[in-house]
């Protein structure tokens, strides 16, 4: 995902995003060792009002950039929503674009 550009969305690791050799093609992207949004809900049981609006405001931002840039994600979920690091306070990462489709008003490519 080249094209979007966030601090909550998953991307490459910049200068490093990828390399080749005789025999593959290889990507470098960023560790987020923290696991699925999914996982962490689970484990943890329930969530703070407080903490619960903190992961929404991180989701509703990750929407909102990538429609600003014209991306629609089409796949958001729990499990495509992985914590940067393990810290209670981690960022989210958006992930899995796969689904993903451009737009231009109501033009979809």
Not at 95 to 108: A, C, P, Q, T, Y
Request: neutral net charge; glycine residues 10%; hydrophobic residues 40%.
């Amino acid at each position: 995902m080249e094209y979007v550009r966030s601090t909550y969305i998953f991307g490459w690791e910049i200068g490093r995003g990828q390399f080749t050799d005789r025999h593959s093609f290889n990507l470098v992207m960023e560790l987020c060792a923290g696991g699925e949004l999914f996982d962490r809900i689970i484990a943890k049981g329930h969530y703070s009002e407080r903490a619960a609006a903190g992961l929404c405001l991180q989701i509703v931002t990750v929407v909102h950039n990538c429609h600003s840039m014209g991306v629609m994600h089409r796949d958001l979920k729990q499990d495509n929503f992985l914590f940067l690091s393990t810290a209670e306070e981690s960022p989210l990462k958006a992930i899995d674009f796969g689904l993903s489709v451009f737009f231009r008003g109501k033009l979809i490519y």
